[in-house]
Every structure is written in C-alpha cells, then in structure tokens.
C-alpha cells in the first residue's frame, strides 16, 4: 500500500488507486510508522499554516501562477521527510520512494538523499 504526501493533490487523480493521502510531515511519520505501507509517492511543497501565512493553497497557486508554495517549519516539506528517514534507516522502504513534486530544486534535494540511501543499500537492510 503506498502513502501519499501532498497538500492539495489527490492520489487517485494522479492514478495511484487504494493510497492514503497524508498532507503533513507530522501525517506522514504517523502513519508510515504503523508498518502497513510498503511504498511512498512524496511533494515537497506542502503550504503553510495560518501563522506563517497559509491559506488555500490553490490559492497560493493561482497568484504565483503555479510557480511557488508557501511552507513554514510547522507543516515541513517532502525533504523533512527523507532527513527524518536518513536519520532512522531503518524506515525506509524496500521499494525506493518516488516523488511527484512540481519543485525541480525541492525535488533534487529530495532524490539526491533517497539516491544515497539506494546506492549504499542496493537491496535494503
């Protein structure tokens, strides 16, 4: 089953049928920790709160005409993730992670630790 890290997009719009849809960092750690997935699909945007300046991130969207996303420390980004799955290896998945973020830096950054990850763990602990 895989998890599904994204703010605003669905995963069944993106053909990833029987996913669960998480949109925070703080989602995702709970639920891939339960053991029951066995692929991750992550973004690296995933908006703001209302203290830092969120809103509808749609919103956000449209006025920087898809160009940029807020984010702030309290809901993270994709990369948090993947920091939060180097410093504990043993929670990365068999299956090496995808990610369908629309941020080409946020996505290198993203893939440059999972491919470190894959390459020194060909076939994972």
């Known amino acids: 089953m895989t998890l599904w890290l994204d703010d605003i997009r669905d995963p069944l719009a993106y053909g990833c049928i029987g996913a669960k849809w998480v949109q925070t960092v703080?989602?995702?750690?709970?639920?891939?920790?339960?053991g029951v997935y066995t692929h991750m699909s992550l973004d690296h945007d995933l908006g703001a709160c209302e203290e830092c300046g969120g809103g509808d991130p749609e919103e956000w969207l449209r006025q920087s005409g898809g160009e940029s996303m807020p984010h702030c420390p309290h809901v993270g980004?994709?990369?948090?993730?993947v920091c939060w799955l180097e410093a504990n290896p043993?929670?990365?998945p068999e299956v090496k992670p995808e990610v369908h973020s629309s941020n080409p830096v946020g996505s290198k950054r993203m893939l440059d630790v999972i491919n470190r990850f894959y390459n020194e763990h060909p076939t994972k602990p």
């Open 26 to 34: 703080d989602e995702f750690k709970a639920e891939w920790q339960t």
């Open 77 to 81: 980004t994709g990369y948090d993730v």
């Open 90 to 92: 043993e929670l990365w």
